[in-house]
């Protein structure tokens, strides 16, 4: 049986990641979920944006959903960006954006993309330049 974790996040991930689990509760499918916690909230209440936990969670789980991650507008000490130390800890140096044609009004028929998003360098990696 396949194993799901799910880290809510910030902000609509509060939302979204209950969201998707209700969805894949209602295929019928035959999965496991485990929770797990990452982002801002987590860097406020325990001092770090990704524990160890959550990345035991990941590594051992088949696929893993994540929400929105909220990061401060301003430097905040010993504060890493959640995506992005996940990222970089992970070597998940890529990130898939399919598109796909909707049958809506004006819309272009016979598009299936997969876009293929780098995410190993500037602000992925939090090594922008001037």
């Not at 799901?4 to 509060?14: A, N």
């Not at 944006?49 to 035991?56: D, G, K, M, R």
């Not at 929400?67 to 960006?81: D, I, L, N, R």
């Not at 959640?82 to 049958?103: E, G, K």
């Amino acid at each position: 049986m396949p194993t799901i974790c799910l880290i809510p996040g910030d902000g609509i991930g509060q939302e979204v990641i209950p969201a998707a689990r209700r969805l894949l509760e209602a295929t019928g499918l035959d999965l496991t979920f485990i929770e797990a916690e990452a982002g801002w909230a987590t860097f406020q209440k325990t001092g770090t944006s990704v524990p160890a936990e959550t990345l035991t969670k990941v590594t051992s789980s088949d696929a893993t959903l994540a929400g929105a991650f909220t990061s401060p507008s301003h430097k905040v000490e010993g504060h890493q960006g959640a995506i992005r130390y996940m990222r970089r800890t992970l070597d998940l140096f890529s990130n898939l954006r399919p598109a796909r044609s909707r049958a809506i009004p004006n819309s272009i028929p016979g598009i299936d993309m997969l876009m293929v998003r780098e995410n190993t360098e500037g602000l992925y990696v939090e090594k922008e330049r001037r």
